[in-house]
Structures are given as structure tokens and as C-alpha cells.
T-cell receptor, first 112, second 113 residues
Framework: DTAVSQTPKYLVTQMGNDKSIKCEQN?????MYWYKQDSKKFLKIMFS???????INETVPNRFSPKSPDKAHLNLHINSLELGDSAVYFC???????????FGPGTRLTVL | DAKTTQPPSMDCAEGRAANLPCNHS???????VYWYRQIHSQGPQYIIH???NNETNEMASLIITEDRKSSTLILPHATLRDTAVYYC??????????????FGGGTRVLVKP
């Protein structure tokens, strides 16, 4: 009955590879987000989707492409992975224009 | 969104109240104060938010000064499970403002037995 789930929890890969992280929420929310937490522990928003429509894109390299097949899912695809992409990626959801965002458990990505 | 300033760390005794300060001197009239926390290796968790009035829920109380330039999050009876990084965030709400949360460095709270 997890509210916001992410897969995989850990992802280790080589530089140059392409990988995807999946996110699903069963809360019936309209809006979903991706955040990145780097090694210095700063959390930064990357993207926000509302009803499958992109509403926030925070100058993220175009190697990162979010995909929302329906409003319960927001996947993150990363092309040509670089060492600097190593981080913990958090998915979140909320009803649109609502105060509380619900975060997933995170995906720790390590690029070697 | 207005910038916030928090102490980088603080210790608290188990069972005592923990008072976490936050300065947001450039806050605008339509901006709310939010508090989230992140327990080690977990996703952030919403705690409470407020605009002008003091707020209380099952987790904490939020005291906002009359000029709204600072606030204090109060954990009434801290437990070891409250050890976490606590983030004070100021942002406007509504569709025009978007729903972006801008996290700062937060306050690392260590609750000691």
C-alpha cells in the first residue's frame, strides 16, 4: 500500500549507458515531481508534471527526459550517463496547487 | 521564493521540546512557511505549514512572528526517531506560483537519550 514507489532502489551503471527510473503513485494525485539530491545533500527540483503535462523544467540537461504515460506514473530516462549524475533521485506527488508533497523512498544512482 | 536561514545543526534531549528557528526576512505577503524533514536515507516528509497564524498538528507546532520574518518549529516531546534534517521552506501557492519546493541546507537535529 506504498503511496509513492520507485524502482529500482539502487542502480549502478557505467558511464555512457542509458537508464530509467520508474515512479508510481496510488494517491490519485494530479502532479508528480522529480528531485535530485547530490553528494552534498542539497535537494533540487528537476521536473514537475501535472496531468501528464510538463509544468516545471529546471534547466536540467536534455539527457534527462521525463515521461508520463498516465497521471499515476512519471518515469525518468537518462541518456549517456555521466559521473556527475551520481545522486539520489526522489519522486514526489501532490494534488495540484496543494501544500503537501509526498515523496518516494529514493533511487540511489551510482555512475562508474 | 524567499530565502531562508537555519542553523546548520542542533542537539536536543529526548523527551524535551525541540525549538527549531528559521529566518525568512524577505518573505512576501502571499508566501507560506513550510517545514519538511528528512530522516536518514528516506524521502522528505511534510510536517506543517502556515501563513500568519500559529499552527499545530499531531507532529509539531509552528510559531510565526507577527512581522512574518521568522518562525519556529516546535517538536513538543522529541524522540530518538525525530533525529533528521529539518527544512524550512518559503513559497507561494497557487497555479501561477507552481508547486516547486526549494530546499536549503536545513538544520540537522540530533536527539540524544
Amino acid at each position: 500500500d506504498t503511496a509513492v514507489s520507485q524502482t529500482p532502489k539502487y542502480l549502478v551503471t557505467q558511464m555512457g549507458n542509458d537508464k530509467s527510473i520508474k515512479c508510481e503513485q496510488n494517491l490519485g494525485h494530479d502532479t508528480m515531481y522529480w528531485y535530485k539530491q547530490d553528494s552534498k545533500k542539497f535537494l533540487k527540483i528537476m521536473f514537475s508534471y501535472n496531468n501528464k503535462e510538463l509544468i516545471i523544467n529546471e534547466t536540467v540537461p536534455n539527457r534527462f527526459s521525463p515521461k508520463s504515460p498516465d497521471k499515476a506514473h512519471l518515469n525518468l530516462h537518462i541518456n549517456s550517463l555521466e559521473l556527475g549524475d551520481s545522486a539520489v533521485y526522489f519522486c514526489a506527488s501532490s494534488p495540484y496547487s496543494y501544500n503537501e508533497q509526498f515523496f518516494g523512498p529514493g533511487t540511489r544512482l551510482t555512475v562508474l | 521564493d524567499a530565502k531562508t536561514t537555519q542553523p546548520p545543526s542542533m542537539d536536543c534531549a529526548e523527551g524535551r521540546a525541540a525549538n527549531l528557528p528559521c529566518n525568512h526576512s524577505t518573505i512576501s505577503g502571499n508566501e507560506y512557511v513550510y517545514w519538511y524533514r528528512q530522516i536518514h536515507s528516506q524521502g522528505p516528509q511534510y510536517i506543517i505549514h502556515g501563513l500568519k497564524n500559529n499552527e499545530t498538528n499531531e507532529m509539531a507546532s509552528l510559531i510565526i512572528t507577527e512581522d512574518r520574518k521568522s518562525s519556529t518549529l516546535i517538536l513538543p516531546h522529541a524522540t530518538l526517531r525525530d533525529t533528521a534534517v529539518y527544512y524550512c521552506i518559503v513559497r507561494a501557492t497557487g497555479k501561477a506560483a507552481g508547486n516547486k519546493l526549494t530546499f536549503g541546507g536545513g538544520t540537522r537535529v540530533l536527539v540524544k537519550p
